[in-house]
């Protein structure tokens, strides 16, 4: 699918690699309509990006707010192609330790957004994508991108409910491709490994660098726009599809 003219939905955009992929795709030509909670950023990043980027404060984990959401983008560009979901939180918490048992509800919320939030905006979207007349030979109506994590994989000590919550977007991404496969709809994952986001750039030195030195090659952060730059390829590539793709550097994170 060419990304000139298409119109596309990145949750998180407003930051991190949610940003650098709506950056990416509007140097393409595609139009883009941010979906995130932080409406100060969001209106800034809209602001600063141009006329074919809009702003639509949006919880993904709820089902209204998702369907208004949608409903905002098509009204704004008259459609839905691409639906790529970066909007996540994190935890920190043992299964058992020295506070306890985890608590159930801050493992709920995790997988509540991180796993309920991607599946929430993936169906919906699916919904209006399948609406849409072919744009190639292939039938091609839509493409969807998740992001799990290489946490989903190789989870840290803490890592429980964030590594459960990553580890669904990694199970569901196949049976998803073949639930779209009849309305010409594909959808593959992106599991990031450690990036230079601002919630990375604010980890002290003792933080990083055992992530950077465990990084094989190159040494150092992800760059968010190397993110967008395969959010890209796959949606272009029209034979890529119900793929998990690690982009980690080669990272194989200790259990600390």
Do not use: W
Not at 206 to 228: D, H, M, W
């Amino acid at each position: 699918m060419e990304l000139k003219d298409k119109v596309a939905i990145v949750t998180g955009g407003a930051s991190g690699l949610g940003r650098a992929t709506t950056e990416a795709f509007l140097a393409k030509g595609a139009k883009v309509v941010i979906f995130d909670l932080n409406e100060a950023a969001g209106n800034a990043t809209a602001g600063e990006l141009g006329a074919n980027c809009k702003f639509a404060k949006v919880n993904v984990s709820d089902e209204a707010s998702v369907q208004a959401g949608i409903a905002f983008v098509l009204e704004s560009f008259g459609a839905l192609h691409i639906a790529v979901n970066c909007a996540g939180i994190g935890s920190a918490q043992k299964t058992y330790g020295g506070k306890g048992p985890h608590s159930l509800d801050g493992f709920a919320k995790v997988i509540g957004v991180n796993l309920i939030g991607t599946f929430n905006v993936t169906r919906l979207a699916a919904e209006a994508m399948a609406k849409n007349t072919p744009v190639n030979a292939d039938g091609e109506r839509g493409v969807i991108i998740n992001t799990a994590s290489v946490a989903a994989f190789d989870g840290q000590v803490g890592q429980v409910a964030y590594s459960a919550s990553k580890g669904g977007v990694v199970g569901m991404t196949l049976p998803i491709a073949r639930d779209l496969a009849p309305y010409g709809i594909r959808i593959n994952t992106i599991a990031p490994g450690i990036f230079n986001t601002p919630l990375m750039n604010a980890a002290p030195d003792a933080v990083k660098n055992p992530l950077i030195e465990a990084t094989q090659f190159p040494k150092r952060l992800g760059n968010p726009s190397e993110y967008g730059q395969l959010a890209c390829q796959m949606v272009e590539n029209g034979f890529f599809n119900g793929e998990v793709v690690r982009l980690d550097g080669s990272i194989r994170m200790a259990p600390r």
